[in-house]
């Protein structure tokens, strides 16, 4: 279980809080799985590895499915059960963040996949910016 920063909001500031960040991350939760097939297809790396993009994007859109899913529900499940709709947001957005970075710091070191190094790197900038920009509200995030 994520902790939550001690706040001086109130509870309802917080349920109000989640909701706007979940309301302003909706707009990116398929951006990952995008970016991933369209870099995978024009760098080649499909045409090498099918197998570990297919995988990779399999992971990606059962992260954005969940998190679509979730997002749905959020208004109801923060009214019953905030900890659980907080730390379920924050544990799936991150779980994105964490697989891409990982897929970019791969790309950087492991010879086979060169091809993707730059378009990861400027993928990964402009993910980071936008993510910041719309999630800042969270302090975990």
């Known amino acids: 279980m994520i902790p939550l920063p001690d706040s001086p909001l109130l509870p309802d500031a917080r349920q109000t809080a989640l909701l706007d ?3 302003r991350a909706a707009s990116g939760i398929f951006v990952y799985l995008v970016l991933w097939v369209a870099i995978s297809l024009v760098t080649g790396l499909f045409g090498l590895y099918p197998g570990w ?20 529900r959020l208004p109801v499940l923060v ?20 697989q891409w970075g990982l897929l970019t710091a791969i790309g950087i ?8 190094e730059i378009p990861m790197l400027l993928a990964s900038c402009g993910i980071a910016a936008g993510g910041a920009i719309a999630l800042a509200i969270n302090p975990i995030i």
């Open 21 to 23: 960040t979940s309301k």
């Open 53 to 72: 993009v297919i995988g990779n994007a399999a992971v990606l859109l059962l992260n954005a499915l969940v998190r679509t899913w979730l997002h749905r």
């Open 79 to 98: 009214e019953t059960r905030f900890r659980l709709a907080h730390n379920l947001f924050v544990a799936l957005t991150l779980a994105n963040a964490l």
């Open 109 to 116: 070191v492991e010879n086979p996949m060169r091809a993707t």
